[in-house]
């Protein structure tokens, strides 16, 4: 039922936001260098690793690592790029890894590749079981103001009682939080 509910809202999505997607890639290709997308290397299920797309937010050559762990995140940005994050249409690309099943639209924010103490703690606790999503149940109660042990902690929440009620109220809540910008750091 989740993966049939996943391909259904994900390619609806993708069909709405075409015509803004090729918009947002036109606006970054005129106000930056380098390709509209970027690839990160991300953990998946059971702890693999797959290329998840977003809209390039950043400069070439910046660092791999966290956002939080960059000493001035802002100089990094490209001239669009603090609108994408803020407004977190850096992330539509991902109905791409939502469609070929690398993600889903709700689970646990996939971490990058080199974010070590969070991977090994939710695959201590589990929940490296869960397919990664775009958005999750730590997203919506807190997203990056929140440290990683009370990530997990909502990540384990979701985990115990996921369903299709849970999921569908963590995609309204989304919603809320994107529009009145809610949890965002950066």
């Known amino acids: 039922m989740k993966r049939t509910l996943d391909l259904l809202l994900a390619s609806l999505a993708a069909l ?83 469609l070929v099943g690398d993600m889903s639209l709700v689970g646990p924010r996939p971490a990058l590749y080199n974010q070590y103490d969070l991977i090994e703690l939710r695959t201590r606790r589990g929940v490296h079981d869960l397919l990664p999503g775009l958005t999750g149940w730590a997203q919506v109660n807190g997203r990056d103001e929140l440290p990683i042990p009370v990530k997990v902690d909502y990540d384990v929440e979701y985990l115990r009682n996921q369903s299709v009620w849970l999921d569908l109220r963590i995609l309204c809540l989304t919603v809320a939080r994107v529009v009145f910008r809610e949890g965002v750091s950066h």
């Open 16 to 98: 709405l936001l075409l015509l803004p997607a090729a918009g947002i890639a036109l606006l970054i290709k005129l106000t930056s260098r380098g390709p509209v997308l970027y690839w990160s290397d991300r953990i998946g299920q059971n702890n693999r690793v797959f290329r998840m797309p977003k809209f390039r937010s950043m400069r070439l050559g910046t660092p791999a690592v966290a956002t939080h762990l960059l000493a001035d995140p802002q100089t990094f940005l490209t001239p669009v790029g603090s609108f994408l994050r803020r407004s977190s249409l850096d992330e539509l690309p991902q109905l791409w890894s939502v």
